[in-house]
C-alpha cells in the first residue's frame, strides 16, 4: 500500500490496485500521437491497469514496523515485496494471463524493480523473469527492442500516480515532461491531455499514530470510510 502523511494527525492510504487504476487512467487520457496511435494500446492500458495485482494479499494484511508505523510497499520487508512482484509477473488467471503482450509488460515491471533492489532473492527472481522474457520473445530479437520501447509508457503512468499519491510539492520531471506539483495539481509541459482533467484515486485517511501490532492496523483501516482524493493535470504556464 501507499502511505501519504496528510498532517500530523492523519495518513492517506492507496492501496497499490487503487494506484494501477490511477495510472491506467492517465495512460488513458495521454494524447500524444504515438500513443494514441499504438498498435497494442490495449495491452498497454491492460498491463498499467494490472502491473500491481500481485499486491493484493498485502494490501489486505497491512503490516507495520518495529516503531508501531504502517509499512508501505517500499518499507516492507524484501522478502515479502518479492513475493508480491513474483505474483504481478506471473498470474494464472485474469487480465493480464489472457494477454501475452501485456503478461510481457508486467513480467518487465517486475523485473525493473528486482535490479534496484541487490539482494539474493530479488536477484533469483530477476534471473527467472529475464529468462522468462527471453523464452516468450526468442528468436525474435527485434521484439526485445519494441518491448522495451512500450514498457516506457506503463514506467511513465506509474511514475505519475506515485507522484500524484505520495509524492513532495515541488518541481518534477517525469520522461520527456516537466511541471511543478502543489495543491493535488500537476502542471506539466509540454501538456499531453487535450484540456485540464480532474482524476481521483481512492484512498482513506487513518490516525497517524502508533500502531501495537498487525491486527490494530488492520481495524483501524476497516473501519475508516473510502472516499476519493482528486488531483488536477494543468499546463504549465511559461
Known amino acids: ?20 487504476k490511477l495510472a491506467a487512467d492517465l495512460l488513458s487520457l495521454w494524447r500524444v500521437p504515438e500513443l494514441v496511435q499504438h498498435p497494442r494500446r490495449s495491452a498497454l492500458l491492460t498491463a498499467t491497469r494490472h502491473h500491481d495485482d500481485g499486491w493484493q494479499g498485502l494490501d ?27 505474483r504481478s509477473a506471473q498470474p494464472s488467471s485474469g487480465a493480464v494471463a489472457d494477454d501475452p503482450w501485456a503478461r510481457l509488460l508486467v513480467l518487465r515491471h517486475s523485473f525493473e524493480l528486482t535490479t534496484h533492489n541487490p539482494s539474493p532473492v530479488a536477484s533469483a527472481l530477476g534471473e527467472a523473469l529475464e529468462e522468462e522474457m527471453t523464452e516468450r520473445l526468442e528468436p525474435r530479437f527485434e521484439e526485445r527492442e519494441v518491448l522495451e520501447s512500450d514498457y516506457r509508457w506503463l514506467q511513465l503512468a506509474d511514475q505519475l500516480s506515485l507522484l500524484l499519491c505520495i509524492g513532495e510539492p515541488g518541481p518534477c520531471s517525469v520522461d520527456r515532461w516537466h511541471g511543478l506539483w502543489r495543491d493535488q495539481e500537476l502542471y506539466l509541459e509540454p501538456f499531453p491531455l487535450a484540456g485540464a482533467t480532474r482524476f481521483s484515486v481512492a484512498s482513506r485517511r487513518i490516525a497517524n499514530r502508533h500502531y501495537p501490532d498487525a491486527t490494530d492496523l488492520a481495524v483501524e483501516l476497516a473501519t475508516s470510510r473510502w472516499a476519493h482524493t482528486e488531483f488536477r493535470l494543468l499546463p504549465l504556464e511559461n
Not at 502523511?5 to 497499490?16: G, P
Request: charged share 25%.
Open 60 to 86: 489486505a494484511a497491512p503490516r507495520v514496523g518495529a516503531s508501531g508505523e504502517p509499512l508501505d510497499f517500499v518499507s516492507l520487508p524484501l522478502e515479502l515485496r518479492v513475493e508480491a512482484w513474483q
Open 1 to 20: 500500500m501507499l502511505v501519504k502523511k496528510v498532517d500530523d494527525a492523519t495518513l492517506r492510504v492507496v492501496t497499490q490496485g487503487d494506484h494501477a
